[in-house]
């Protein structure tokens, strides 16, 4: 069982940065976790994953150069520093977690979630 709280995100211009943090709890070890968006009106989407024993890191095309996925295995929290911000970006961000394999764009392969936290990016 791995629970899920994120934290971060909010709203910032075009162009700026934010953070958004997930901190876990429970048997993380042979999990991997990702990060998905969901805008109004769209389907959830892939933005990044990590793996937590060898770290090993996955982007959608569109996040990467600007986003970067980190984990912190001693605060057994994952972090999303996004740059570069988009006004397309916006969304709400949900951390998530699957036990063992490599990071999966697919939501339905994830059994854990977040509660999600909104990240606007205004033009």
């Known amino acids: 069982q791995v629970q899920l709280v994120e934290s971060g995100g909010g709203r910032v211009q075009a162009g700026g940065s934010l953070s958004v943090s997930c901190a876990a709890s429970?048997?993380?070890?042979?999990?991997?976790m990702g990060w998905f968006r969901q805008a109004p009106g769209k389907e959830r989407e892939f933005v990044a994953g990590?793996?937590?024993?060898?770290?090993?890191?996955n982007y959608a095309d569109s996040v990467k150069g600007r986003f970067t996925i980190s984990k912190d295995n001693a605060k057994n929290t994952v972090y999303l520093q996004m740059n570069s911000l988009k006004p397309e970006d916006t969304a709400v961000y949900y951390c998530?977690?699957?036990?063992?394999?490599?990071?999966?764009?697919?939501?339905?392969?994830?059994?854990?979630w977040g509660q999600g936290t909104q990240v606007t990016v205004s033009s």
């Open positions: 429970g048997r993380t070890f042979s999990t991997v």
């Open positions: 990590i793996t937590w024993s060898f770290g090993s890191t």
């Open positions: 998530a977690a699957k036990n063992r394999g490599v990071v999966s764009t697919l939501p339905g392969e994830y059994r854990y």
